[in-house]
């Protein structure tokens, strides 16, 4: 089975940075996506970032384009979400999430995709 571990959330201010790190477990595919998706109180979910399994290739939601960057490091098990210029809007549960087998150049956006979930980390930017 798969297990994603996220960690690096906390309260910080606007226009400070943050850098969340998942780290996985357990079995692997040969090619499949990692992404970060993000909660708000009383909002849905919504896509944020997404990597490809050799790190070539990213994409990002717009709301957080050129302010955030998403790697990984195959050797660690990790991705991580660097987080700059940080907004109180960005306040939210950050979720890690792995997709299925990826056979396509498009990296996928959509929660329906994603079927291993970390357990979420919470990141607040006060005003």
């Known amino acids: 089975q798969v297990q994603l571990v996220e960690s690096g959330g906390g309260l910080v201010q606007a226009g400070d940075s943050l850098r969340l790190s998942c780290v996985s477990s357990?079995?692997?595919?040969?090619?499949?996506?990692m992404g970060w998706f993000r909660q708000a109180p009383g909002k849905e979910r919504e896509f944020v970032a997404t990597?490809?399994?050799?790190?070539?290739?990213?994409y990002y939601a717009d709301s957080v384009k050129g302010r955030f960057t998403i790697s990984r490091d195959n050797a660690k098990n990790t991705v991580y979400l660097q987080m700059n210029s940080l907004k109180p809007e960005d306040t939210a549960v950050y979720y890690c999430?792995?997709?299925?087998?990826?056979?396509?150049?498009?990296?996928?956006?959509?929660?329906?995709?994603?079927?291993?979930w970390g357990q979420g980390t919470q990141v607040t930017v006060s005003s």
């Open positions: 999430a792995r997709s299925r087998p990826v056979y396509t150049t498009t990296l996928p956006t959509l929660r329906s995709a994603y079927v291993y």
């Open positions: 357990g079995r692997t595919s040969t090619n499949y996506a």
């Open positions: 990597i490809s399994l050799s790190g070539g290739s990213t």
